[in-house]
């Protein structure tokens, strides 16, 4: 039983405190990669099926780009370490450092116990969208991927190609590994294009038509050796349902490209290089012997 007690309101008007405030954190150079971009050269293009994921390689130094193509489309994108795949992005420490919603010069975060930038947004054609009256942006960080076993859970129904169910087809066929080896490498999503927010009545999660038109799109540059998962939701633009073949779905696409000053930067190690790996020691404060 809940027993209102009689300050409640003063309470409720505590003012919020920003849980990790990021003043400390180095800020990306957008300057230096704007320089950078400005010389890259277009090296592949892969296009993304309707409700399906490709995967991709991309350098250190190296840009990226997701592109809405034919119509509006959500991606689902999982990242991972190409040399060391349990260093994968981690959502949840990116939202809580960067908030629900990415935008130009916010960073993904990788797993504990590496914890550092794998990938850099250098631009958004979205960025005008901002917050609207719902509370809800786009590229959030805070739904997981539309999965099989959610909805099994909810449905009682098999449904193979949502987002999880296609990004772990898309890691096997990257690594030649069985899914049943690979599955729990996959992890929650970078929600490229996704429109999303909170219900104020609620607290639920929410989704509605993304304002995505064909020709938008989000560039990353790529702070490590990256594979790239991107999956196109089945949920299309997300305006109505997912987990099933009901939207209307469109391709993406993915272009890579390159610039010959990068490897001049890193070895001269003047102005960018690759993150380190966290400096914590991993002993949690367990004493030796114990
Ligand atoms: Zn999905």
């Given at each position: 039983m809940t027993n209102t007690?009689?300050?409640?309101?003063?309470?409720?008007?505590?003012?919020?405190?920003?849980?990790?405030?990021?003043?400390?954190?180095?800020?990306?150079?957008?300057?230096?990669?704007?320089?950078?971009?400005?010389?890259?050269?277009?090296?592949?293009?892969?296009?993304?099926?309707?409700?399906?994921?490709?995967?991709?390689?991309?350098?250190?130094?190296q840009f990226f780009?997701?592109?809405?193509?034919?119509?509006?489309?959500?991606?689902?994108?999982?990242?991972?370490?190409?040399?060391?795949?349990?260093?994968?992005?981690?959502?949840?420490?990116?939202?809580?450092?960067?908030?629900?919603?990415?935008?130009?010069?916010?960073?993904?975060?990788?797993?504990?116990p590496y914890l550092r930038p794998i990938a850099t947004i250098v631009e958004d054609t979205l960025e005008w969208y901002g917050i609207d009256d719902f509370g809800a942006s786009v590229h959030d960080v805070?739904?997981?991927?539309?999965?099989?076993?959610?909805q099994k859970l909810l449905t009682k129904k098999n449904y193979h190609y949502c987002c999880h169910s296609n990004l772990c087809r898309a890691l096997s066929h990257a690594t030649n590994q069985p899914i049943t080896k690979i599955e729990n490498l996959v992890h929650d999503v970078l929600n490229v294009f996704m429109c999303t927010g909170f219900t104020r009545d609620t607290g639920q999660y929410f989704m509605k038509a993304s304002p995505v038109r064909p020709g938008d799109y989000l560039e990353f540059f790529a702070e490590i050796d990256l594979i790239g998962a991107l999956s196109a939701c089945p949920g299309g633009d997300c305006s109505k349902t997912h987990s099933s073949n009901l939207a209307m779905c469109f391709p993406l696409m993915v272009e890579i490209f390159t610039t010959k000053k990068v490897s001049l930067i890193n070895e001269s190690n003047a102005q960018w290089a690759a993150p380190q790996i966290s400096e914590y020691d991993q002993t949690h404060g367990q004493k030796k012997n114990q």
């Open positions: 007690p009689k300050d409640s309101h003063d309470r409720r008007s505590v003012p919020p405190v920003i849980c990790y405030p990021t003043n400390m954190l180095t800020k990306p150079n957008l300057g230096l990669y704007g320089e950078l971009r400005k010389n890259a050269k277009k090296i592949t293009e892969i296009i993304v099926p309707p409700r399906d994921a490709t995967h991709f390689l991309v350098k250190a130094g780009r997701i592109t809405s193509i034919e119509g509006p489309q959500v991606g689902d994108l999982n990242l991972w370490n190409s040399q060391n795949l349990t260093e994968f992005f981690y959502s949840g420490k990116t939202r809580a450092l960067h908030g629900s919603h990415l935008t130009k010069g916010n960073q993904l975060w990788s797993c504990f805070i739904g997981t991927r539309c999965d099989p076993y959610t």
